[in-house]
């Protein structure tokens, strides 16, 4: 290990630039001794392991509060919370993206996750007049339209039926859109951040349209719509509802968080989230599309012609390298694992390549053990850097064939005003210094 | 068997084919008053909309009363949305193809994207005004409508819109016939526009940036050290120093800055003050940034601000008061105006 130090062009960033936040907290109460301390511990562990060669590790030889002292007691955290050095990993908004916070945006940290599923306190948040915290009791689901018997049922009702748990992603159809132009944000929560991916319980849409007497002959629509402030509602093909979308009331083993639509909400597998209605209260079965607002105006894509698209649902294969991603720095040269995520809206991820020079070269990358439809994938590749720049790259191939396009092809089709399903390749600069930069290539 | 147990029965077999088979009814029939209180969809061809007219006077009152301090008096202001009104020209109302949208800088505003006019009705009437929804009435919203349409000449000044009226509009919609259904995305059986293949050597002769973020936007997410974990072989880069130097120091204000600023958000969103101050713009009262550019340089602000915020008022930026805040202590006010006067930084 030794040697390692002498090697030309070894990062060695200060170490102040990386005080933990209780580090901080004790240098700003005053107290130095404390910092230098840390210091050298910082120096030690991150830049220069030949300086503790001769007696070795304080992390080893000293003995450490945790291990000398008695820990808490059970339900000291009643609802277990995360450990306080992994503070920095909260949802964030992106300054000036919106005026005002109940019709915003709050990005997933990606850059610090691993494998597919997302915390439920960090899955992204996008409302249109706010969250709410409905009551359960009083929270209702209608079927009406073209059904035999229109009903209502309660939640008491609904947790009666045998229910479903499948586990998909959920993506805003505007995630990336900042990027349509040019490099608008630095890291991979702002770039890529409204993308999350749970386990959903609930009761199969299907159940409940049969359980009323869906009109298969006339039906050829389903109309969504939520019980909050902007009774939020879309459009869903029939054929789509009577597949696989499931009404939901579970994400990852509890409740809905309000955030997501507590105590319902509507999962549509592949569709872009504004489909995946919060607060569910109402579902029609019609045979006329509703032009909604958030078909109309918003969720359309506008074409280099001045057409717009109408119902564009479905989310392209995709994939973005979260670790090292922009805004990063790596510490060190050589031994390093490039990881990253990859979906598609229209079935399993086949395959996903990575390429560190740009897109010139590519190599296929080994995904996670757990490969679902229509779910977050976990794709990972070992990476010797040499300390030299680099560009990261990666692109997803979906089970139908389709192949994550570049930037450039894109706009070629599509034109930079589309705002919504920007599922181009990523690409990230390494600098010799090890930063990471978001950038995008001719 | 009923029919309709029969046919439950069959979609258990199909949908949980692993489940026991049993009869799922469950749930009770809704009743016609029922429906009728939330079946407020109102569609294209005018399914579901509701007797009732407006005329575009009544419709100003309103607007100046319900929704401009939001939209700005003739629908044009962008401080707290997207404008609702402009772009629209009275060529478009001949081809039904707003032109702007073809433009380099397309002018997206609610009357130039909008292909129905039912797609208004039924937003205003879902959903606004934002802060009190569905409070309006049937003829409220006719009217709210009808002013809409005459800021953008669809209608003439006299016009009434009622529920027949509604159907000549529809042939003057501006973008009525600028939408296309792309089959690609609207289902998941369809092919995309955008093929690319996936060649795995020498596939590019040369390699160009053409984009990356200028050096002066380094840090204007805020300090990205703070933003990643702070252990592990990559952490978050410090932004507040250039970027490559390795430089010292700044982050420790960073931090102390950016945990004092997240309190004080979250005190004047739990307080109820973000509902009628946005970070930027106004919302009811001024933007929390721009009471910071009245003040900058000002020291007797703080003290002066925190008084009126406990006292309440009106007459500095408008004729509208701010009702007396009671909520937060001396210290959380104290707290909060030091975070207003200093930008209102969001983290």
Redesign the interface.
Known sequence: MSEQTDRRGRIRPAPENFLSRAQIAEVSAGRRDFLRKAMLAASAGVAAPAALAASGDPAILEKQVWGATLGKPVASDAYGLPSKHEANLVRRESPGLASVGGASVAFTPLQGLFGIITPSGLHFERHHQGWQDVDPAKHRLMINGLVKTPKVYTMDDLLRFPSVSRIHFLECGANSAMEWANTAVPTVQYTHGMLSCSEWTGVPLKVLLDDCGIDLKKAKFIYAEGADGSHQNRTIPLEWALDDVIVAYGQNGEMLRPQQGYPLRLVVPGAQGVSWIKYLRRIEVGDQRWNTKDETLHYADLMPDGSTRQYTSVQEAKSVITSPSGGQVMLDRGMHTISGLAWSGRGKIKRVDVSTDGGRNWQTASLGSLVLDKALTRFQLPWQWDGGPAVLQSRAVDETGYVQPQMRQLREVRGTRSVYHNNAIQSWKVTETGEVFNVQIA | MSR?LD??M???V???AM?PVVA???????TPE??KA????V???F?GLPAGSGTVAEGEVLWEAKCASCHGSFGESN???APLVGGVTRKDLETG???T???DA?T?T?LS????V??LW??IN??MP?NA??SLSTNEVYAAVAYLLNLSDIVPADFTLDQNSIREVQKRMP?RN?????P?????K?K?????????????KS???????PEH??N???N????????G???????E?A??T????P??LA??QASTAAAARKLA?GGGC??CH????G?VGP?MSQVAAKYRGDAAAAAKLAAKIRAGGAGVWGEIAMPPQRGPSDEELKALVDWILSGA???
Request: a positive charge; aromatic letters at 6%; glycine letters at 8%.
């Open positions: 309709s046919r439950a069959r979609s258990a199909l949908v949980l489940l799922m009814a469950l749930g009770r029939a809704a029922e429906i939330w079946d407020i969809d569609r294209p061809d399914t401080s707290v949305f193809r707003s032109a949208l073809a433009s397309p997206r609610a994207m909008s292909p129905t039912s797609t039924d937003y879902r959903a934002w929804p569905q973008n600028g939408m296309v259904l792309f690609g995305l609207w289902n998941r369809g995309s526009d955008v093929i690319a293949t996936a060649c795995m050597k020498d596939c590019a390699i160009a940036i053409s984009s990356a973020l936007a380094r204007a997410h805020g990205l050290a703070l933003q990643s974990r702070e252990w072989p990559v952490r978050g880069a410090n932004t120093v970027a490559g390795g430089a010292t120091a982050i420790k931090a102390k969103e973000l509902g946005g970070l930027n713009a919302i933007g930084a969001s983290e």
